[in-house]
């Protein structure tokens, strides 16, 4: 019997620099260690089935992280979970473990939009930065360019706003799709900020349904 897992986990700060394709290797060892019976694609080079929604940018942390996974046999959930959370390395919490049905369409072709948290310091809170974001969202396009080709930012661009309490941050909802994706750091430059001086966090993946 194969069953489809779906997975949400935390990317925390031990795991801050390791990009997506790193991360399917620490997940394939991380079922290895956990002795669980991974389900393989077939074909001359089977690989685990393991499928991941979406790359997060290098740089930041997470708390929405989501896997797919298929395993052979009729294990109960909870004890797929412990033997995972005894398994998994620093950087790496489950936050929720559910069976979803094998026909459901992948996970990296339902992911519409992510959902970015930015806590700002003092020195990110002047009025020329907020002006700097009053403007951005006023525009009907922005230019720039990503591996030498220019695209257009501002469309991918859903929402912008800033949270004072408890404390400033700045809440952003980004297009998330293949070919059309918009990147926290990208916004970020624009306002004026350091992407990699404030602490930015992915909170939420928004798919579309079933």
Same mark, same amino acid.
């Given at each position: %019997?194969? @069953? $489809? #897992?779906?997975?949400?986990?935390?990317k925390g700060? +031990?795991?801050?620099? &390791?990009?997506n394709?790193d991360m399917h290797k620490?997940w394939? $060892? &991380?079922? *290895?260690?956990a /002795?669980?019976?991974?389900a393989?694609?077939? =074909?001359?080079?089977?690989?685990? *089935?393991l499928?991941? /929604?979406?790359p997060?940018p290098?740089g930041? &942390?997470?708390?929405? +992280? %989501?896997?797919?996974?298929?395993?052979e =046999?009729e294990?109960a959930?909870?004890?797929? *979970?412990?033997?995972? +959370?005894?398994a998994v390395?620093? =950087?790496?919490?489950?936050s929720? %473990?559910?069976q979803?049905?094998?026909?459901?369409?992948?996970?990296?072709t339902r992911?519409v939009?992510?959902v970015?948290? #930015? +806590?700002l310091?003092?020195?990110?809170?002047y009025?020329d930065?907020?002006? !700097?974001?009053?403007?951005?969202?006023e !525009?009907?396009?922005?230019?720039r360019?990503?591996? =030498? !080709?220019?695209?257009?930012?501002?469309?991918?661009i859903?929402? #912008?706003k800033l949270i004072? @309490?408890p404390?400033?941050?700045?809440? %952003?909802?980004?297009? &998330?799709m293949?070919?059309a994706?918009? $990147?926290?750091?990208?916004v970020l430059?624009e306002?004026?900020?350091?992407?990699y001086e404030?602490d930015?966090? *992915?909170t939420?993946?928004l798919l579309t349904?079933?």
């Amino acid at each position: %019997m194969t @069953q $489809r #897992i779906r997975l949400t986990y935390q990317k925390g700060e +031990e795991l801050r620099y &390791t990009g997506n394709l790193d991360m399917h290797k620490v997940w394939e $060892r &991380t079922f *290895r260690r956990a /002795a669980l019976p991974l389900a393989y694609s077939q =074909g001359f080079h089977p690989q685990p *089935r393991l499928n991941q /929604a979406c790359p997060l940018p290098l740089g930041f &942390t997470s708390t929405c +992280e %989501m896997l797919d996974f298929w395993l052979e =046999g009729e294990l109960a959930l909870e004890e797929f *979970r412990q033997r995972l +959370e005894a398994a998994v390395q620093p =950087g790496i919490t489950i936050s929720e %473990m559910r069976q979803v049905a094998l026909n459901l369409k992948p996970l990296q072709t339902r992911v519409v939009s992510s959902v970015y948290g #930015i +806590e700002l310091t003092d020195e990110y809170l002047y009025s020329d930065n907020r002006q !700097k974001l009053d403007q951005l969202l006023e !525009k009907e396009v922005c230019l720039r360019e990503r591996r =030498g !080709k220019p695209y257009d930012l501002r469309p991918l661009i859903e929402s #912008i706003k800033l949270i004072d @309490q408890p404390r400033p941050t700045l809440e %952003m909802t980004l297009k &998330t799709m293949p070919g059309a994706t918009g $990147r926290p750091e990208e916004v970020l430059e624009e306002l004026g900020i350091p992407p990699y001086e404030v602490d930015v966090v *992915r909170t939420a993946l928004l798919l579309t349904e079933e």
